[in-house]
């Protein structure tokens, strides 16, 4: 992974594992111990999800940078299948209290996107290749002085 990659991710996911830790003390304070192991739950499901996201949105961008939008929402569209499905088999469980994980990870993947949000417009992105102007020289037109 490049480093800008890299310095990406650390400016989401920090944010968003902070935001977990919170909701695991929150969880603990308010519903014990199956609380926190709900809370903590889905901390990691949030992280894990979207950072695979990521991780295959910028492999996207740089691969193949004409299928970017539509993976964008192929990717979200999974991500809401498999977590309903996560959600479906899980509903009826005794390992850890449901409300919990589910809130954690509503508030860790809304922190995650707003972290997102932040960091891509804190990033400095080319509008123009510079490199490109380089290779590319005008030819000149119209009467030589």
Partial sequence: MPSKDARNLL????PAAIAGVIAVAVSAAVAGGKGA?????????????????????QWTAKTLP?????????LYVAQLLLLLIFVAVF???SLFNAKTFALSLVVVT???MAAQARAHMKAKIFYVDPDSEKSEKPEKTGPSS
């Fill in 91 to 93: 509903k009826d469980t």
């Fill in 66 to 74: 004409q299928l970017f939008q539509m993976m964008g929402l192929l």
């Fill in 11 to 14: 400016q989401i996911a920090v």
């Fill in 110 to 112: 809304v922190v995650w």
């Fill in 37 to 57: 192991i709900g809370a903590a739950v889905g901390t990691a499901l949030a992280i894990l999800f979207m950072g695979i996201g990521l991780y295959v949105l």
